[in-house]
């Protein structure tokens, strides 16, 4: 069964720290963009940074620009959302897609950024 299946998220006061982190499962991650993506209540959902297969060339929203960073390790399966500077406005349910052949999207994983 194809899965992708977040976790790491949490509340967190603003100016703080969250590393996300999504595991695959049923395939291979590694021909794959991966990407996450996050929606805040009574919002569309929104792009916010993407990494692709083989050259790792990353991608950014720019409200997430210089704050956020994402990796991936396809030995285990996995890409990551480290989240830095947290602020308010980046409370949201995070998702994360794997885009190729297929298109897949994890269940979210709930970040509330408040004091």
């Known amino acids: 069964q194809v899965q992708l299946v977040e976790s790491g998220g949490g509340l967190v006061q603003p100016g703080g720290s969250l590393r996300l982190s999504c595991v695959g499962s049923g395939f291979s991650i590694g021909s794959f963009v991966m990407n996450w993506f996050r929606q805040a209540p009574g919002k569309e959902r929104e792009y916010v940074a993407s990494?692709?297969?083989?050259?790792?060339?990353?991608g950014y929203a720019d409200s997430v620009k210089g704050r956020f960073t994402i990796s991936r390790d396809d030995s285990v399966n996995t890409v990551y959302l480290e989240m830095n500077s947290l602020k308010p406005e980046d409370t949201a349910v995070y998702y994360c897609?794997?885009?190729?052949?297929?298109?897949?999207w994890g269940q979210g994983t709930q970040v509330t950024v408040s004091s």
């Open positions: 990494i692709t297969s083989t050259t790792r060339k990353r």
């Open positions: 897609r794997a885009r190729g052949m297929k298109d897949y």
